[in-house]
């Protein structure tokens, strides 16, 4: 099963908490009947896992975390290395993108059921060509 998805983005964090516990539910329940199970896309939460201290907060908005350790049967990956999202409140283009001076964030990756072995994981670095989000790739092999 392959879920993508997009959580709540501007809300108080109850939108994204039910949301999680919804997939995470979804998840449990189709890894419990046999199946691999995938959860791809823009979390707009990081992964307790992460590395996500290099991006300092320079918006109101915090990030949240989700505390992958709450969930023993799944691998959740992030790449904290090359943000996976910007902020939206000034335009990009011509702006000064140092990571001191433009908000960046790491919000997109995947969950992935146990009994599925990542090979590769990588965040493209696009340089957010086309959207405010990079593109995050991964190889797997199932069990």
Not at 16 to 37: P, S
Not at 108 to 117: E, L, P, W, Y
Request: one cysteine or more; glycine letters at 6%.
């Amino acid at each position: 099963m392959l879920i993508n998805l997009h959580l709540e983005a501007y809300d108080d964090g109850e939108g994204k908490t039910k949301q999680l516990a919804m997939l995470m539910d979804l998840m449990q329940e189709e890894l419990d009947n046999g199946n691999y199970v995938i959860a791809g896309g823009d979390f707009n939460q990081t992964f307790s896992n992460a590395d996500y201290q290099k991006y300092p907060q320079l918006t109101d908005w915090v990030c949240p975390v989700i505390d992958a350790e709450n969930y023993p049967d799944f691998t959740f990956r992030m790449n904290g290395t090359i943000p996976t999202c910007r902020s939206l409140d000034k335009p990009y283009a011509d702006a000064d993108k140092a990571a001191d001076a433009f908000q960046y964030w790491v919000t997109d990756g995947f969950i992935v059921s146990n009994n599925i072995t990542i090979n590769s994981f990588e965040t493209l670095d696009l340089g957010f060509k086309n959207t405010d989000h990079n593109p995050v790739v991964m190889a797997v092999t199932f069990n």
